[in-house]
């Protein structure tokens, strides 16, 4: 009866918790698992280190096909490895979203340290992923916009050393006011990027 009460507090908390989780017997059979697993996967397979037909579709993050045997919680199955850190991406099996997960897993031994399975915890990293290219996006566009105004303001004034006394009143005046509107467009650009940082 302890037991039972200790295993079902143990489904709470396992339930409860937001990262997904696998638990699988020496065989790759999985025998504990919870919502959090379901939602990201869509189905939870039945023995991890099989092809079978409920397997999930996993690739690494260039795309490559991840097989089951290559997969973190396999690894910790049948090599006692421990994977920290991996980063894969599963297709949901509902909907066929592609999920970007952050994966760790390791080996588990029962009293007479031999194999026991072993246990993955993964999260969703969807909005690291977004965020990740929004940045990217964000850097690139920016440097495009830096060189705009760089440009502007290194010709006027190469044109004002090299012309010199030789440019009259009215072309200088111009020169310089570009000059001067693309370093308030620079000194723009630059405070918006450390408000960014600073929003970071």
């Known amino acids: 009866a302890e037991a039972e009460a200790g295993l079902a507090r143990l489904r709470q908390v396992v339930d409860a918790m937001p990262e997904g989780i696998l638990l699988a017997d020496a065989d790759g ?10 939602q990201i996967m869509g189905r939870v397979p039945v023995n991890v280190l099989r092809n079978g037909s409920d397997a999930l579709e996993v690739r690494r993050l260039d ?25 894969l991406v ?10 970007p997960i952050l994966v760790n897993s390791v080996p588990l031994s029962d009293t007479s ?15 690291i992923k977004d965020a990740e290219q929004l940045k990217d996006e964000f850097l ?9 105004p760089l440009t502007t303001i290194q010709g006027g004034s190469q044109l004002l050393l090299q012309a010199g006394a030789s440019l009259d009143g009215e072309t200088r ?20 990027m450390v408000q960014l940082a600073n929003i970071r």
């Open 29 to 38: 059979y999985v025998y504990l698992h919870n919502a959090a697993a379901a």
């Open 63 to 87: 795309g490559a096909a991840c097989a089951p045997e290559e997969q973190p919680l396999a690894r910790a199955i049948l090599g006692h490895e421990e994977v920290r850190g991996e980063q």
């Open 90 to 99: 599963v297709t949901n099996a509902v909907t066929g979203r592609e999920v």
């Open 113 to 127: 340290d031999a194999g026991a399975g072993g246990v993955a915890v993964f999260q969703d990293i969807t909005q």
């Open 140 to 148: 690139s566009l920016v440097s495009h916009e830096l060189r705009t």
């Open 173 to 192: 005046h111009e020169i310089l006011t570009d000059m001067a509107n693309e370093t308030r467009r620079l000194a723009t650009l630059i405070e918006n």
